[in-house]
């Protein structure tokens, strides 16, 4: 037996793996909403605004050297709003 994962896109394939499983063909797992599935694509496409907007800062940057050598971070002057 394998378990497949598949997007049912149109409403009368959906009907038709329903009457797959009402004769014992296959056994629908779980059914994921359309919310989690809008969910899903729009964090793909967050995902690969997020590489592109790297990918962009990266070849702007590349060329630049910060030396932090002697940097010594100071946790005190960090914390310390007031001035």
């Given at each position: 037996?394998?378990?497949?994962?598949?997007?049912?896109?149109?409403?009368?394939?959906?009907?038709?793996?329903?009457?797959?499983?009402?004769?014992?063909?296959?056994?629908?797992?779980?059914?994921t909403?359309?919310?989690?599935l809008?969910?899903?694509?729009?964090?793909?496409?967050?995902?690969?605004?997020?590489?592109?907007?790297?990918?962009?800062?990266?070849?702007?940057?590349?060329?630049?050297?910060?030396?932090?050598?002697?940097?010594?971070?100071?946790?005190?002057?960090?914390?310390?709003?007031?001035?």
């Amino acid at each position: 037996m394998e378990t497949v994962v598949i997007q049912v896109n149109n409403n009368l394939a959906f009907k038709f793996f329903k009457n797959l499983e009402a004769l014992n063909v296959i056994k629908v797992l779980q059914k994921t909403p359309e919310m989690q599935l809008e969910t899903s694509e729009r964090a793909k496409k967050d995902n690969y605004l997020k590489n592109n907007r790297l990918t962009r800062i990266k070849s702007i940057t590349k060329n630049i050297n910060v030396d932090l050598t002697n940097y010594r971070f100071n946790r005190e002057e960090a914390n310390n709003y007031d001035e």
